[in-house]
């Protein structure tokens, strides 16, 4: 390739990356906030003791979306049927579905902490079924990448899912894919930057 088609190809990538890397929706400024807005940062900072970031700043766009979508999480998070351990599994794996960066690098840790094994953590990363992963794990993976694949769960799938959580802790389950899909979504549209120093801890797929 000659030198000015190689200069010419790296001049538009440099200028490419900006544009892709743009925040769509930063934080909107206090004085631009509309009565519903500010009602729902109080909301939210009353709920969580902290101020609204990451996925919730562009969600307040639509401030009812962000409160109502609050209330999901609070509960999916924090007091589902399923251990954290698992409830984590799930959110890394819909993170890894979507090459969602700001989401993996929120709960890669929480992960972690939660006692997932950093080899089950790696290869969800990869892109690849772990080995090793424990009884619960294994069923909770299978059913949530066959329901991703598939859009729907097989019959054996389902039942051993049913077996082991019930059907509460199948809707969770559901719920938590759900919701976090729905983040992900937002972020990828939103563009919304990672927190600085944060690092790019999922590739994307080829195409």
């Not at 990538?13 to 400024?29: E, F």
């Not at 329901?147 to 199948?170: H, I």
Request: glycine share 6%; charged share 20%; aromatic share 6%.
């Amino acid at each position: 390739m000659r030198p000015a088609i190689t200069h010419m190809i790296a001049a538009l990538l440099c200028t490419a990356a900006p544009a892709l890397a743009q925040d769509r929706m930063p934080p909107i400024a206090p004085d631009k906030l509309s009565d519903a807005q500010k009602k729902a940062v109080e909301e939210f900072k009353a709920a969580r003791s902290v101020d609204i970031s990451g996925p919730f700043v562009p969600l307040l766009r639509s401030p009812e979306v962000l409160t109502r979508a609050r209330a999901l999480s609070d509960y999916l998070r924090y007091r589902s049927t399923l251990p954290p351990r698992l409830s984590e599994l799930v959110i890394l794996m819909t993170a890894r579905a979507w090459t969602q960066n700001y989401e993996w690098n929120a709960h890669e840790p929480l992960a972690r902490q939660a006692g997932l094994n950093a080899a089950v953590i790696k290869a969800i990363a990869d892109g690849r079924r772990p080995e090793g992963m424990a009884d619960d794990e294994e069923i909770l993976f299978a059913f949530c990448d066959e329901l991703r694949r598939n859009q729907s769960v097989s019959d054996p799938t389902y039942a051993r899912a049913v077996a082991k959580f019930g059907e509460q802790g199948v809707i969770d389950t559901i719920g938590l894919t759900g919701y976090y899909t729905m983040i992900a979504m937002v972020l990828n549209t939103a563009r919304t930057p990672l927190p600085a120093g944060a690092g790019t801890g999922l590739m994307p797929f080829p195409r």
